[in-house]
């Protein structure tokens, strides 16, 4: 009977080894699964994050299109394109003036006299 009780230990504690090592690998499992949830969870926020600087570029990028068209008189409201076309002509005649009166009264240097 004595044989048997070994026998009967034996299993048990062979069956509490393998119990204690059910629980290690099912306490590594749940802490691989933490560390799994918790990337995803970063990745979520990180492509919620690009997705709104995606929006708002698109926002700002159809704002810009729509200024564009406006000035270029492609839509209403807009500044038709030959004032356009006026302004730029009357900004460089603008500058040229400018220029032309500041150079006449721009002080030239005297002349260089040779040296022998």
């Known amino acids: 009977m004595s044989s048997s009780r070994t026998i009967e230990d034996t299993y048990e504690t062979q069956n509490d080894e393998r119990l204690n090592d059910l629980h290690s690998k099912l306490r590594t499992l749940r802490g691989v699964t933490t560390d799994i949830h918790?990337?995803?969870?970063?990745?979520?926020?990180?492509?919620?994050?690009?997705?709104?600087t995606f929006a708002s570029?698109?926002?700002?990028?159809?704002?810009?299109?729509?200024?564009?068209?406006?000035?270029?008189?492609?839509?209403?409201?807009?500044?038709k394109q030959w004032r356009l076309i006026g302004y730029c002509v009357i900004g460089f005649l603008g500058l040229?003036?400018?220029?032309?009166?500041?150079?006449?009264?721009?002080?030239?240097?005297?002349?260089?006299?040779?040296?022998p």
């Open 57 to 79: 570029f698109g926002d700002s990028l159809s704002q810009s299109a729509r200024r564009a068209s406006q000035a270029f008189g492609l839509g209403q409201g807009g500044i």
């Open 96 to 115: 040229w003036l400018t220029l032309r009166i500041l150079w006449a009264w721009w002080p030239s240097s005297p002349p260089r006299q040779a040296t």
């Open 38 to 52: 918790d990337d995803v969870e970063r990745q979520n926020f990180s492509l919620d994050d690009t997705r709104n």
